[in-house]
C-alpha cells in the first residue's frame, strides 16, 4: 500500500497570502489529522477529519481551516499568512476512530513565510 | 488531556539495549499509552501501544507499571538507524468515535553512539 502523500513537499509564501496543502491519506483510512510542527512549540495538532466531518480541532486561529473530500483525501488552508506560520505541516491518517488505532504520517509540507 | 514527562535526552551505544522512560502521573483508567519516534527530516511513526498489560512488538517492548502512572520504552538492541525523537503520548478512549488527537510533548532525543 502507498503511504500518505502530502503535496507539495516544499512551499514558500509572503506575508499575507493564503496557501492550501493536500494530503492523500493510505487507501481505506478514513480519518486524517493535521499537526503543524515548528522548533518552539514543537508537534501541534490543528484538527482532525473523518467522513468529511472536522471531529476535533486544536487551539488555532480561524485562518486555518480544512476539508475532506468524498474520497478521504484532505486539504488545509491557511489564509493572511503570517512569518509565524513558517512550519513543517503534517498529515496523519488512520483506518477508524479507536484510541488503538495507529496513525500514519506523511513526509510533511515544508511552508516558508517571507 | 493528561501529560507526560521524559527526560529530554538519553544517550546509547550501538548493540545496547535502551530504556526510555516516562511518567504520566494524571493517566486515567482508559487513556491508553502509544509512542511514536521522529527520524530526521521524516513525518512521526508508530513504535507500539499498551493499556495495562506489557506489550512486544518486532520494534520494541513496552513495559507499564502496575499502577500506570509510569512506563518504559525498551529497545533491545539499538542501531543507528533507531536515534530519534521519542514520545510517550496518552490516548483518551472516546467510545465509538475517539478523536484523533495525538498531543506531542517535548519528546527525548536519543542519540546512538557506534
Known amino acids: 500500500k502507498a503511504g500518505v502523500t502530502q503535496t507539495p513537499r516544499y512551499l514558500i509564501k509572503t506575508r499575507g497570502q493564503q496557501v492550501t496543502l493536500s494530503c492523500s491519506p493510505i487507501?481505506?483510512?478514513?480519518?486524517v489529522s493535521w499537526y503543524q510542527q515548528t522548533p518552539g512549540q514543537g508537534l501541534q495538532f490543528l484538527f482532525e477529519?473523518?467522513?468529511?466531518?472536522?471531529?476535533n480541532k486544536g487551539n488555532f486561529p480561524g485562518r486555518f481551516s480544512g476539508r475532506q473530500f468524498s474520497n478521504s483525501r484532505s486539504e488545509m488552508n491557511v489564509s493572511t499568512l503570517e512569518l509565524g506560520d513558517s512550519a513543517l505541516y503534517l498529515c496523519?491518517?488512520?483506518?477508524?476512530?479507536?484510541?488503538?488505532?495507529?496513525?500514519?504520517f506523511g513526509p510533511g509540507t515544508r511552508l516558508t513565510v517571507l | 488531556d493528561a501529560k507526560t514527562t521524559q527526560p529530554n535526552s538519553m544517550e546509547s551505544n550501538e548493540e545496547e539495549p535502551v530504556h526510555l522512560p516516562c511518567n504520566h502521573s494524571?493517566?486515567?483508567?482508559?487513556?491508553?499509552i502509544h509512542w511514536y519516534r521522529q527520524l530526521p527530516s521524516q513525518g512521526p511513526e508508530y513504535v507500539i501501544h499498551g493499556l495495562t498489560s506489557n506489550v512486544n512488538n518486532r520494534m520494541a517492548s513496552l513495559a507499564i507499571a502496575e499502577d500506570r502512572k509510569s512506563s518504559t520504552l525498551i529497545l533491545h538492541r539499538a542501531t543507528l538507524r533507531d536515534a530519534a525523537v521519542y514520545y510517550c503520548?496518552?490516548?483518551?478512549?472516546?467510545?465509538?468515535?475517539?478523536?484523533?488527537?495525538?498531543?506531542f510533548g517535548q519528546g527525548t532525543i536519543l542519540t546512538v553512539h557506534p
Open positions: 496523519a491518517s488512520r483506518t477508524t476512530g479507536a484510541s488503538t488505532d495507529t496513525q500514519y
Open positions: 503520548i496518552l490516548r483518551a478512549n472516546a467510545g465509538g468515535t475517539s478523536y484523533g488527537k495525538l498531543t
Open positions: 477529519y473523518f467522513s468529511e466531518t472536522q471531529r
Open positions: 487507501s481505506g483510512h478514513r480519518s
Open positions: 494524571t493517566i486515567s483508567g482508559t487513556d491508553y
